[in-house]
Each structure stands twice: as structure tokens, then as C-alpha cells.
């Protein structure tokens, strides 16, 4: 009879161990979960704010820029200075928008570009897969359906440097004279 007694208490003793031990996960989970709720809502209270360089910027002063091609690479912008003109053109391969390479020609070539004759001494090429674009951006072999985008340059208001507005596309006409 007293060992019959000592069995049950230990059993009933070991019940309450294995429940305050389930008590204790239920409780555990229950802190996770929530504290994964609290931090996804306070998560969600805050903006996913993505931070991208403007797309209009300042280059510097025309005179200071140099003769030929200036290349901007944060941008992937190629601005060029002509004596007292100015054009910009992007980077930017309209196949699938790998960098194009400025790339300058051993010696000048005529070319004809929509039925006018130019003679270029540069041309842009596309590393990726090899599209290949006259001096003025006008794709000429490789993939690229387009020519390159030129873009807008103007001269700052309030400081008289040149401001270059990738917001905004020009045509290949599109010169800056100052
Ligand atoms: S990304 Fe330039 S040719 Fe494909």
C-alpha cells in the first residue's frame, strides 16, 4: 500500500513537472509570435524610402569642362563640349542597358545617318552583346533597337554652371551653346 502511494505520487509529481514544462513552450511561443506581430507592424509603419541620385545635377562650369567627352560615370552620361557647344548622351544601351564603351576610332570614317553623310571619330559599343552605335547614338549593329538617349543640358540660373536633366530627352539636333 505505501509503495502503491510513493508510485502515484511520483507519477502525479512528474505530471506537473511535464505541464509546467508545456506551459512554459505555450508561453514561449506566445512571446515569439508576439513579438514577430509588434515588429512587422512597427516594420510597416515605415516607409520603404528608396534613395536614387537626382536625375538633374550640376557638372561643373563650361569652362572648366574639357574639350571632347566628359564621361560621368555615377550617371553613365558622356557630355561633350564642342568649342562653345554642348551635348549630352547616355550610357545607357537601349538592348538591355549595359554601359556602352566610348571607343575612339583609329582614324575618322563617313558614314551615312539617315541619308546624311557625317564623319565621326568616335563610336559607342556595348561590351554585352556587342551592339554598336555611331557617334551621335544612332545604333548601327547588335541588338539595340534604339539609338542612345540624349538629354537635356542647360546653364544654371543661380551660378551659371552647366546642369545636365536626364529627366528630360532631347533629340540628336539638341546642342547648348553658351
Ligand atoms: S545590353 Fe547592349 S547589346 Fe545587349
Not at 502503491?4 to 512528474?14: A, C, I, L, V
Not at 548601327?140 to 545636365?164: I, K, M, N
Request: glycine share 8%; net charge positive.
Amino acid at each position: 500500500m505505501k509503495l502503491f502511494k510513493s508510485k502515484e505520487n511520483r507519477s502525479s509529481g512528474s505530471d506537473n513537472g511535464r505541464r509546467e514544462f508545456l506551459q512554459r513552450i505555450g508561453l514561449g511561443s506566445l512571446a515569439i509570435s508576439l513579438f514577430g506581430f509588434t515588429f512587422q507592424s512597427i516594420r510597416s509603419l515605415i516607409p520603404n524610402v528608396l534613395f536614387e541620385p537626382s536625375r538633374k545635377f550640376k557638372i561643373g562650369f563650361p569652362a572648366q569642362l574639357s574639350e571632347g567627352m566628359t564621361y560621368i560615370e555615377d550617371m553613365r552620361l558622356y557630355v561633350f563640349k564642342e568649342g562653345q557647344t554642348y551635348h549630352a548622351i547616355s550610357g545607357a544601351c537601349t538592348h538591355l542597358g549595359c554601359t556602352v564603351r566610348y571607343t575612339k576610332l583609329n582614324q575618322p570614317k563617313t558614314v551615312e545617318i539617315q541619308g546624311e553623310q557625317k564623319t565621326i571619330s568616335h563610336e559607342f559599343h556595348c561590351p554585352c552583346h556587342g551592339s554598336k552605335f555611331y557617334a551621335d547614338g544612332t545604333n548601327y549593329a547588335g541588338p539595340a533597337p534604339r539609338p542612345l538617349h540624349w538629354y537635356r543640358l542647360e546653364v544654371s540660373p543661380d551660378d551659371g554652371q552647366l546642369v545636365a536633366d536626364m529627366t528630360e530627352e532631347v533629340d540628336q539636333n539638341y546642342r547648348l551653346t553658351v
